[in-house]
């Protein structure tokens, strides 16, 4: 499992049974959440801000993920806005009971910046979260 160029793993996760669909493989539900997870953590990069999802572009699932595969997602920065943040997302599975490793999914998705009302804001204002110990940043 390795990045391309200009990526960088954005999370690594093995998948469990609960994971599964009626057919025994991984539910493409779970994937998509874990690709909004790895689009926040790129987006996050750009700015310390509330970060929302508005839209997931062109996923593809590529080939099925199975219990005990270990999924690796991997993120980079395909378009910078004013208040958003296009990041791309590619999903390789390492097989549980073998070497291989195989792209599973890929896709994009926009990340917007937004204040505590929920109103967008260019991400590259002044951190708006506060830290750990409840201080302003
Ligand atoms: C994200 C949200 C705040 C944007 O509101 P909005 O009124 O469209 O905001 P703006 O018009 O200021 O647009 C903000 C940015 O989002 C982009 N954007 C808005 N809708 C978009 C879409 N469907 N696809 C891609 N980008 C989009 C705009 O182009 C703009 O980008 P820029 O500032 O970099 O030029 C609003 O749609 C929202 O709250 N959505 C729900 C988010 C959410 O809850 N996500 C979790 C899923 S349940």
């Given amino acids: 499992m390795a990045a391309e160029q200009n990526e960088k793993l954005a999370l690594r996760v093995q998948l469990m049974p609960r994971d599964t ?3 025994g493989t991984v539910f493409g539900g779970v994937i998509l959440s874990l690709i909004d997870q790895a689009g926040f953590d790129e987006a996050r990069r750009h700015g310390l801000h509330r970060w929302v999802t508005v839209a997931f572009h062109g996923v593809e699932f590529k080939r099925p993920v199975r ?3 270990r999924v690796s997602l991997f993120t980079r920065t395909i378009k910078t806005g004013t208040c ?3 990041v791309g997302v590619r999903v390789e599975a390492h097989r549980f009971q073998s070497e291989e490793v195989v792209e599973v999914t890929s896709g994009s998705l ?3 910046s937004v204040d505590a ?3 967008s804001i260019p991400f590259s204002s002044p951190p708006t ?4 110990e ?3 940043l």
């Fill in 21 to 23: 669909n009626p057919l």
């Fill in 67 to 69: 219990v005990g595969d």
């Fill in 84 to 86: 958003s943040v296009e």
């Fill in 110 to 112: 926009t990340m917007v």
């Fill in 117 to 119: 009302d929920g109103h």
């Fill in 129 to 132: 979260l506060a830290t750990p």
């Fill in 134 to 136: 409840g201080q302003d």
